[in-house]
């Protein structure tokens, strides 16, 4: 599946240049890609536009008329002194090594804490175990343009590049 949207995440995942999901299925088997992991990529995206796009129905600012939130939503909401526990599948499925690096990313202020909600729920949803750090990082990257947000310039350099393979200058 990863290397499915690996593919999507490089060549269509900018906003308004994917196409509709059904001409995405075609081109991506014409590619040469698995139906089956057409098909798991694709509930997965499909997912994601659906969570981004109640995240961003969230977050949106509220008239003056409509009424209170829910009690229900103002339990749900993180708080920036919220303390994040994460569940043994949530563990198992990300491995240290991604929760060490999602930490990184919020203490660096680049993973707001609902946006970091959408990632482990994506995480969790691609049922990997461990999750490679490759991947998450692409996770990350398709959650930031799925709510149409753009990382500074260094948090993108540690989204995209493999440090093993650098060269100090």
Known sequence: MFEVLNYVCNNYWRGQTCPEIAELEHKLNAVGFDT?????????????????????????PESESAAAPSASALTMAPRATSWRIYTRTEQHRLGAQCLGFIHFLESAGALPLAMRELVVERAVAARAAPLPLNDLKMIVQMVYRSLGHQPGALIMDELSSDHRERVCH
């Open 36 to 60: 089956d992991q057409v098909s798991e990529a694709l509930i997965w995206l499909g997912e994601l536009t659906q969570a981004a796009s109640d995240h961003s129905q969230a977050t949106a």
